[in-house]
């Protein structure tokens, strides 16, 4: 600790931080625009300069570390006057052009302005033009003469989201912000740039000209989109939600928002919004009051109920409900005597149901993450599942860590990756095995048997510091899932570290907690769907996009007497359902959410629902009362969460421990087999109807990826079309190539209405010329 | 794609430099591209990204901050004029003027039998020669005159080697 003075305050910080670092932490404001606290020092812009004792002129507070005795002056007669020339040279090529432009309101550079500038301009020169660029569908590069060459969205771009794509091109006055070859911003975390604009460069596109700053009102909320548990600031303006920004959470996520939070929102005012009950009648669709369209819907399940057996009716739920919505859901089952309740809609082994007592979770705060020394990531699209994680990954890969993949895919991560070992799915479990076995071998002294990989990835993990295991959407989804949770359970114990799920969505833990799973009696969500209900309700579900086998799902509802669609958009459902019930997406329902850490968080809705639709809690609750169901009278959610969460102590329900499992079975598959992802912009119905998101790289249509000598293989060209197929169904996509993938694969996403007519995630899939 | 020749170069300058800094060699690699092509395209820096292991973006930096790489065709000869005060002082308007009435182009053109280009320069630090151009960044020709470009360019047309490698 060393001893400084700022404008006459003593203040003791830290050695090695920088003049503005301890200012701040004294509270002491020195203005800046390059500087910023999560980012590589620039000193660029020069608007930090302050007085220090003994130096012959100014020096910028960012990039000067402090010494001991240093007297460091903020508002003297030098530190005003280079502030002055400073903010009078930053102002010679900015455009006067505030009152229409969006950052007008929350501009850096315009408080910066009245705070420290001139009244009037010296210059009369003509200023200097700088192009426009398309840079993508998010973020808006229409006004580049406003930039100043800052440099935060290159820094941020280089060292958070690890790709650089935008640079500084040219030099002195010449210089611009750009992409190479204008190129799009690609990066799924490129909305932060936004934030870090100091200035109007680069603003929201889908927020362009929408409303001024000071219109808006502010909600906090929760992310919905990801199992995080991200603060948000939701802001509305009419009953509208138009803008949604981060709230710094350091212990989360940090202040950045990743693309999929913060541009979902442009779904939620989708046009296929389902705004009035609806039923079908005579096979025609009728828009009806709520009353009748519940007592047609209680009507309809206590039929069932009472004539084929109330094991005949199926609850599904996606596990981006809320906490509130999967409690009463499954109330409500259980009240009507079915058990057949579940939420995980994607998984497809279920066997370790009974074998672990604990809810699955992370295994430790989300902010542990960023002091692993070594870590093992096994089946997981981290950058697309999970971009903040994967950024915070990303950063303790920087300081040191080790990342060790085991996956069936090879994509970029942007991050040094220490060792991987990419198989075909149905030999995942013998990879992680054989890092179980090297790793005994390791501590125990024996002979290394194992595969060059797995000891390079024993070694990694023995290395004796902070160690996890960590398992992704694609290990959840895997039908040997249990087999990978015990084998990762194995191999965190040998290694002394943690293990943990990386929660799919917003309420993965969530559902446990609210017990929406089914207990002994009931199905689980596959068999749900294997052996077909009579009856289904419906939580959020599209049931070709959310579920692990949408064939099978499809039929099943096809075959059902009944389907009760409780959704916020009248999707698919139409084809198969018989009443639709429209309810609240998050922004516009009170809930709560329980992030893959086990934090628990509730939120407000931000906005009244749209039109006639209502929080899905509420309609619960009346169908609750309608079916005479007793424990049905909350009169708000929070008295729903306080009653699902009686009791819980929800820091000790949290385990990923499971009992011994047999992990030598092997399945044999033959020929080629599916490796899908959800991609970025498909795992959620808000996300799916974001035309901004479903404009972007990530959101194009899928295709069948495989290694090039497997299309060698089939006579495929990269780009033909091709007949993919499984089951009774084909889809004809086109064909591409990526070398990375194991031979014997095909890549092909789910999630997707491309791919619906596919069937189950994994497991055998055939490729044709078309 | 870069040849094989360039590549043996860059490997060469590679070696120059730590191996968890290859970066380094991206100014040399540059060079290269230009000297073997006359100019530099996108797809070259793309192709130097991806042989030294950074971002396109970051070798487009480079590539655009430098004056003397050439971002477009410049002709077979470049002619680059420095435009700086000795120059100026020394009456480097009328070298200008000479140049661009003999060539038929302005700065930043190039003949239409791509032979010569013609771009304006910053200070070769050789004040002492001028007024001065330099051909394609290699030979520098001070104390121009009238006679002397025409001299030069008569040269350069019948096939003189110039400032050819």
Known sequence: MINIEIDGKRIETENGTTVIEAAHKAGISIPHFCYHKKLSIAANCRMCLVQVEKAPKPLPACATPVTEGMKVFTASEQAVKAQKGVMEFLLVNHPLDCPICDQGGECMLQDMSVGYGGGASRYHEEKRTVLSKDIGPLVSAEEMSRCINCTRCVRFGAEIAGQMEMGQAFRGEHAEIMTFVSGTVNSELSGNMIDLCPVGALTSKPFRYKARSWELSRRRSISAHDSLGTSLAVQTKNNHVLRVLPIENEDINECWLSDKDRFAYEGLNSAERLTKPMIKQDGKWQEVEWQVALEYAANGLRHIANGAGAEQIGALATANSTLEELYLLQKLMRGIGSDNVDFRLRQSDFSADDKQQGTPWLGMPIADISRLDSVLIVGSFLRKDHPLLAARIRQAVKKGAQANIIHSVDDDLLMKVANKTIVAPDALVAALSQVAQALDAEKNGKAQTASAGAVAIAKSLSCGGCVAVLLGNFAQQHPQAAQLQALAQQIAALSNGKFGFIGEAANSVGGYLAHATPGTKGLNAASMLATPRKAYVLLNVEAELDTANPQQAIAAMQSADLVIAMSAYKHHATSYADVLLPIAPFTETSGTFVSTEGRVQSFKGAVKPLGEARPAWKVLRVLGNLLKISGFDQDTSEAVRDEALKGVDVAAKLSNTISAIDTNAVSAAGGLQRVSDVPIYATDAVVRRSAPLQATVDAATPQAWLHSEELKKLGVQVGATVKVSQGQGSVSIAAAADDKLPRGVVRVAAGHAATAALGAMFGTITVERA | ?165
């Open chain 2, 1 to 165: 794609m870069l040849s094989d020749q360039i590549q043996a170069n860059i490997e060469r300058e590679l070696k120059k430099y730590p191996a968890d800094q290859r970066q380094s060699a991206v100014m040399a690699a540059l060079r290269f591209v230009q000297d073997e092509k006359g100019w530099i395209a996108p797809e070259d820096m793309a192709d130097i990204a991806a042989y030294i292991g950074m971002p396109q973006m970051a070798v487009f930096e480079v590539a655009t901050f430098y004056h003397m790489y050439k971002l477009k065709p410049m002709g077979e000869y470049t002619l680059t004029v420095c435009t700086n005060l000795s120059c100026q002082l020394s009456g480097v308007n009328e070298t200008l003027l000479h140049l661009k009435n003999k060539l038929g182009i302005g700065l930043g053109e190039i003949t239409a039998d791509g032979k010569f280009g013609l771009r304006e320069g910053e200070c070769m630090g050789a004040c002492v020669d001028a007024p001065m151009f330099t051909i394609n960044n290699k030979k520098l020709c001070g104390r121009l005159t009238g006679e002397k470009i025409d001299q030069i360019l008569a040269e350069l047309s019948a096939g003189g080697q110039g400032g050819k490698q």
